[in-house]
T-cell receptor, first 114, second 113 residues
Framework: KAGVTQTPRYLIKTRGQQVTLSCSPI?????VSWYQQTPGQGLQFLFE???????NKGNFPGRFSGRQFSNSRSEMNVSTLELGDSALYLC?????????????FGNGTRLTVT | GESVGLHLPTLSVQEGDNSIINCAYS??????FIWYKQESGKGPQFIID?????DKRQGQRVTVLLNKTVKHLSLQIAATQPGDSAVYFC????????????FGQGTRLTINP
């Protein structure tokens, strides 16, 4: 079974631009979560989608948004990029939206904002 | 402003020895705890999880211990191998929001040959 796939692996953008990151969950997984990983703040939860609905949201500004499609694939968008948005963005999927199903992470998209 | 890097606690053990990685969690209402391993250039990899109604759970070469009284979690790795070198994260999930994991800062484990 293929794991969580994130594209692209690397991105370089300039301040003020916007970016869209893509995530394909493990086949059969309906819950998709996004996390931001930085050296200073560690791993922080962005949001979670289940059956195309955002079920949970972290403490990030409205410039960070996401969506989930009917095939469970997900995208996240960051508008008006800032230097501090440089990070590894990780997508994770799980079979169910409860505690009995652990998150399985992809290898992330490394975003650099210059 | 100045960017401050995350200072990871480190643990160095000899190949073949057992290692114990500790984690203190913050929310006494958390119901679910999980350990991840992250190698350079990769995303976190699931190792083992435990629910709050358990004190101990064993996997292949790994054991997780949960002490709810002092809000402490530990990961024991038996007979460490070079491939165990990585950063290990503990995470907790509150009762509300099953996938909203709160991660610890991580511990860098180095296995010496």
């Amino acid at each position: 079974k293929a794991g969580v796939t994130q594209t692209p692996r690397y991105l370089i953008k300039t301040r003020g631009q916007q970016v869209t990151l893509s995530c394909s969950p493990i086949s059969g997984h309906r819950s998709v979560s996004w996390y931001q990983q930085t050296p200073g703040q560690g791993l922080q939860f962005l949001f979670e989608y289940f059956s195309e609905t955002q079920r949970n949201k972290g403490n990030f500004p409205g410039r960070f948004s996401g969506r989930q499609f009917s095939n469970s694939r997900s995208e996240m968008n960051v508008s008006t990029l800032e230097l501090g948005d440089s990070a590894l963005y990780l997508c994770a999927s799980s079979a169910l939206q409860d505690l009995s199903s652990p998150l399985h992470f992809g290898n992330g998209t490394r975003l650099t904002v210059t | 402003g100045e960017s401050v890097g995350l200072h990871l606690p480190t643990l160095s053990v000899q190949e073949g020895d057992n290692s114990i990685i500790n984690c203190a969690y913050s929310n006494s209402a958390s119901d679910y705890f999980i350990w991840y391993k992250q190698e350079s250039g990769k995303g976190p990899q699931f190792i083992i999880d435990i629910r709050s109604n358990m004190d101990k759970r064993q996997g292949q070469r790994v054991t997780v211990l949960l002490n709810k009284t002092v809000k402490h979690l530990s990961l024991q790795i038996a007979a460490t191998q070079p491939g165990d070198s990585a950063v290990y994260f503990c995470a907790e999930a509150p009762l509300q929001g099953a996938q909203k994991l709160v991660f610890g800062q991580g511990t860098r484990l180095t296995i010496n040959p």
